[in-house]
């Protein structure tokens, strides 16, 4: 049987919508906002302030990646002082998951603006963490209710952050192809996504300044985010969040070297993916996406991550003892061997 679910959620796509977040406020009902942003989105967030006049209650600009519960302490204490009853956050990932750690703990509507292609703005789903340990809990009350693409927000990203970034919405949609819970929905929005992104990346990345390519890539990223909202993760996110948490790893660069590893170790177990993603990318899967990842000028191995090769075999095992579903049945050795390929 399938079950597919969605979370409501309206969603705003093109160039200039961010100039509709003050209408998209007053439609929540709620009239006093805590904006949060980013330092990358600063000069946008400060014509958004300015754009939501006297409904400006408080400003909080020290989002965090992966959430740490003493920074959503410290952006509490303003929610509280500013008596906010709406947030509005404005930036990567990071700032995302300080809206939906604000919005857990408040109840309060959100209207999120992404300025990268993480996906977490469409996902029902919060990583936290607390002493180094990451944990991460699935609510669709966390969904925000209003998410705003505006591709000019995403000019601004370098050339690295743009590439990895995609990649990492690239693994969501890639994943959901072999996830164990795929509906036609999931398998449409998958297709698509990866479509889209393949397609669009070296466009954009050809020319920055494209704002039809860039949005082509935000709205394929939606789809892919919409991916991970659907289906069940697997090894590829599993890695990510054991050596991400392990070692503190930026996320979307790591996400960029994992995937065309755990592609060639995934996709012969998984022959409808992998005719799907052929489809999709116009060629072998493995190797398109491996020369995107190998574009990168950045770090592009886990040992130039700064990751311990001795600390390989723990995040295998932890793996392994408590594996995510996934299409091929996970052996220490093997996924050993696959972290060691990724090390370098
Ligand atoms: P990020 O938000 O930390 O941003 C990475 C860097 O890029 C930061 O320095 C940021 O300031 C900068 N940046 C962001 N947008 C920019 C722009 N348009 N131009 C220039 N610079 C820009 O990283 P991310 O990869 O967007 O998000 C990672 C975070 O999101 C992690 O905490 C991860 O756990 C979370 N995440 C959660 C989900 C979910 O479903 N819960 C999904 C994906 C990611």
Redesign the pocket.
């Known amino acids: 049987m399938i079950v597919h679910e969605t979370t409501a959620s309206r969603v705003l796509l093109g160039p200039g919508s961010r100039h509709a977040v003050p209408d998209e406020v007053d439609r929540t009902g709620a009239s006093r906002v805590l904006l949060v942003s980013?330092?990358?989105?600063a000069a946008a967030a400060a014509d958004l302030a300015e754009a939501l006049d006297g409904r400006l209650a408080g400003r909080f600009d020290r989002?965090v990646?992966?959430?740490p519960l003493s920074v959503t302490d410290e952006a509490m204490s303003v929610v509280t002082s500013s008596v906010a009853d709406v947030v509005v956050a404005i930036?990567?990932?990071?700032?995302?998951?300080l809206s939906?750690a604000i919005a857990a703990r408040t109840g309060m509507p959100q209207v999120v603006v992404?300025?990268?292609?993480?996906?977490?703005e469409v996902?029902p789903?919060?990583?936290e963490t607390a002493d180094g340990v990451k944990t991460?809990r699935r609510d669709p009350a966390l969904t925000p209710g209003t998410v705003v693409y505006d591709p000019e927000?995403?000019?601004?990203?370098?050339e690295g952050?743009t590439l990895t970034?995609a990649l990492?919405a690239l693994a969501h949609a890639v994943e959901a192809l072999w996830a164990p819970d795929p509906t036609p929905v999931s398998d449409a929005l998958a297709t698509e996504a990866a479509t889209g992104i393949v397609g669009s990346l070296p466009v954009v990345l050809g020319a920055p300044a494209d704002v039809a390519g860039r949005s082509r890539l935000q709205g394929a990223a939606w789809l892919a985010?919409l991916c991970?909202?659907q289906t069940r993760m697997g090894l590829h996110h599993q890695l990510a969040h054991a050596l991400?948490g392990t070692f503190d790893l930026?996320?979307?660069e790591l996400h960029a070297m994992l995937l065309p590893h755990v592609m060639a170790f995934d996709l012969p177990s998984a022959p409808a993916a992998s005719a799907r993603l052929a489809r999709a990318v116009g060629g072998d899967p493995v190797a398109v996406v491996a020369g995107l990842a190998a574009s990168y000028d950045g770090p592009r191995t886990l040992r130039e991550l700064g990751v311990p090769r001795e600390g390989l075999a723990v995040v295998a095992e932890r793996v392994v003892d408590a594996p995510y579903p996934n299409p091929r049945p996970l052996v220490l050795d093997e996924v050993l061997a696959l972290l060691e390929a990724a090390w370098g």
Request: no cysteine.
């Open positions: 980013t330092g990358s989105a989002p990646v992966h959430t930036g990567g990932g990071s700032a995302v998951g939906k992404p300025t990268t292609y993480a996906g977490s996902t789903v919060l990583g991460t927000l995403t000019l601004s990203m370098p952050l970034s990492n985010g991970l909202a991400g930026p996320h979307a």
